[in-house]
């Protein structure tokens, strides 16, 4: 989504809207609508810039990235 670069599905990060902030559903537990990135932070930023959550998400006004960019951080280099 972020970087349009095709990828399997296992390697990308599920994200969903919670209380107007995009979360990481690295399990893909969570209901609703998921949008899908490469799990690094440049990839993040992309979307964000396209404001691709809230587009691919359906939601109006936009998403706080705060938790998933310090998710997508934490899980580089692991
Ligand atoms: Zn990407």
Avoid: W
Avoid at 5 to 33: I, Q, Y
Avoid at 34 to 50: M, N, T
Avoid at 67 to 75: D, I, P
Wanted: net charge positive.
């Amino acid at each position: 989504m972020g970087c349009r670069e095709r990828s399997v599905k296992s390697e990308l990060l599920r994200t969903v809207a919670v209380e107007g902030e995009c979360a990481p559903d690295p399990r893909g537990t969570l209901p609703g609508r998921g949008a899908y990135v490469h799990p690094v932070p440049v990839c993040v930023d992309q979307a964000v810039r396209r404001k691709a959550f809230p587009r691919a998400l359906r939601v109006p006004g936009p998403l706080d990235v705060k938790a998933l960019r310090r998710y997508v951080e934490q899980a580089q280099g692991c």
